[in-house]
Nanobody, 125 residues
Framework: QVQLVESGGGSVQAGGSLRLSCVAS????????MNWYRQAPEKEREFVSG???????TYADSVKGRFTISQDHAKNTIYLQMNALTPEDTGMYYC???????????????????WGKGTLVTISS
């Protein structure tokens, strides 16, 4: 089991930057795929970016070249650096960890998703 807490959201003008953090606590011995999702008002939650234990990264087309995901293993934290923000980036941002370890006690939770409660990002034009 892992608990996730996001922070770093806020209100900025278009063109500005924010850095989101997601701190994991609990059973951090296991391996996870780590992702950022966002949900704009009255829209479906959508994938933003992901990183795995080997630091392989993926991005939604809408954020490529503007957002950068990274992780600090020692701090059990992932980050989302967001630059050149637009009003379309407004929404609640969530981190999601998916268990990928298949063996040992961690393996009992293989495939399980863990979500944080989100941090709000508001971009004004």
């Amino acid at each position: 089991q892992v608990q996730l807490v996001e922070s770093g959201g806020g209100s900025v003008q278009a063109g500005g930057s924010l850095r989101l953090s997601c701190v994991a606590s609990g059973d951090t011995r296991c391996n996870y795929d780590m992702n950022w999702y966002r949900q704009a008002p009255e829209k479906e939650r959508e994938f933003v970016s992901g990183i795995d234990v080997d630091d392989t990264t993926t991005y939604a087309d809408s954020v490529k070249g503007r957002f950068t995901i990274s992780q600090d293993h020692a701090k059990n934290t992932i980050y989302l650096q967001m630059n050149a923000l637009t009003p379309e980036d407004t929404g609640m941002y969530y981190c999601k960890f998916t268990m990928t370890t298949t063996w040992g006690p961690c393996g009992d939770y293989y495939g399980m998703d863990y979500w944080g409660k989100g941090t709000l990002v508001t971009i004004s034009s």
